[in-house]
DNA sequence: CATGCTTAACGTATTTTATACGCTAAGTTT
DNA sequence: AAACTTAGCGTATAAAATACGTTAAGCATG
């Protein structure tokens, strides 16, 4: 209507926190943040991937414009976790400066909505990345984040850590095909501690919606592991409520 | 600065969804939307208690201000559970309608934070819910509401049944001293089921967080039961990492 | 081609926790 | 005093979690 006017909300935000598993670390994708004459910041910084929300866009909808823009996958695990609007999030001077020059208006203010989401990393969805300055961090050893990202991806691996007990969201970060040792140390990484293999076999193979293929693994100097994959209709058929509590 | 600006964000607000427990019922607190002129709007209907966002205001800032304004606590039990932002979400004419006769602005679009918190119900707060037009509702049977409060309390109620399982939120909706029927009574109306009252005496006094008083209750037409306290110290310090897991 | 190396995979014994249900106790009401 | 109601304890059984010993199947090496 207005030329004046953006076709966005200058203060209205999300920010994805994209998860992946490379089979022995838990990785953030992280792009870089680009300069503002379109060449390299002298300070290299990093950020989430993320962008203002359109002035018609569904927060959910932004969320998964912003990662098939990154990723070129569609219908990839995402869910919201947390607001982040401290008046003062982007007081930074250098990251303010940045923001107004790449969306050319005034920012005062920009409450984000955060979301995690979940990919396995293959192939597939490299190319992408690469063509998107996207790169694999080890959320471990993370590199110096515009805004408060840093807090944010902490949050998210926080919610993260805390639903994947509950939820089977491991196998959104495994391979359509995996092996126990695979699922076990997925575990380890994102609970963030050791778990007794025994123990932990049995437990998974009691449950009848993980299914043994006939395949083994190939070309490993032990005895080759069998591979299972998981059976997402199983699964929700055998959900009860549960009925479990605590005080 | 600009005497046209409004001092708060049109496109920013938080809404709380407060619960309270009144020995038998989960209860929510909700404030009757006054009509644009003063008089009682000729199709009431009830709200959430709410706001727009101060320029320079926190999110969980302006929920406290709400609380505050409303009950008069400071320092009850708040939490972020959602973010509600669909385009549409303030779309019904007669609610818009209505805002922006109260804000005095234009409104294309509200995001609001949602949280939950949790009350006790008794003598100290009950005064200024009158003077605030605020009455309580069992969360069962829901007056109409305006805009999406419907679901923004449904999705707050199904956050709370979900982490009262795992965290001591109880005892933010019981009186200082209770009985261990009435901790049951709650869990069961939360979580939507009876429990077995003797096994679940037996697991929750095998808490030793969970400490018996001298004092036993008066008046009733039946055995008295021990009045027990919830001694948050011990419980923190009793708190191991959760080894927990499922798939 | 036998030996060692590494990880997979199975089993068993023990402890802890959950579930099911019977019974007595201590008050009030009639 | 008898009936009624909820409190509160106990016991037996089933299920789940934990600890840890042992064998199996591949590859790499001399």
Redesign the pocket.
């Known amino acids: 209507m207005n030329s004046q006017k953006p076709n966005f909300n200058p203060h209205l935000s999300i920010d994805c926190v994209i998860f992946g598993f490379d089979g022995s670390r838990l990785r953030v994708l992280l792009v870089e943040r680009m300069g503002i004459n379109g060449d390299p910041a002298e300070n290299k910084k990093h950020k989430l991937p993320g962008d203002l929300i359109h002035l018609r866009e569904d927060l959910e909808g932004a969320a998964k414009r912003v990662l098939m823009e990154l990723t070129g996958l569609e219908n990839i695990f995402l869910r919201q976790f947390s607001v982040f609007g401290e008046p003062d999030r982007i007081s930074d001077g250098e990251d303010k400066h940045w923001l107004e020059e790449t969306s050319g208006v005034t920012i005062d203010r920009v409450v984000t909505t955060a979301y995690y989401s979940l990919i396995r990393i293959d192939k597939s969805n490299t190319v992408n990345e690469l063509s998107n300055n996207a790169t694999w961090h080890n959320v471990k050893k993370l590199p110096p984040l515009t805004f408060d990202h840093k807090a944010i991806i902490l949050k998210g691996l926080k919610s993260l850590r805390n639903e994947i007990r509950f939820e089977p969201l491991c196998f959104e970060l495994l391979p359509g095909k995996f ?3 695979q699922i076990q140390t997925l575990y380890e990484v994102v609970i963030g501690h050791k778990l ?4 932990f ?3 998974l ?2 449950a009848c919606y993980i299914e043994p293929l006939k395949e ?11 591979y299972y994959r998981f059976n997402k209709k199983k699964y929700e058929e055998s959900r009860t409520d549960i ?2 509590y ?1 005080f």
Chains 1, 2 share one sequence.
């Not at 007794?196 to 123990?199: A, T």
Request: proline fraction near 4%; aromatic fraction near 4%.
């Open positions: 092996t126990v040792r007794d293999n025994r123990n076999r049995k437990k193979l009691k083994k693994q190939k070309g490993v100097a032990h005895k080759p592991a069998l009925l479990y605590n």
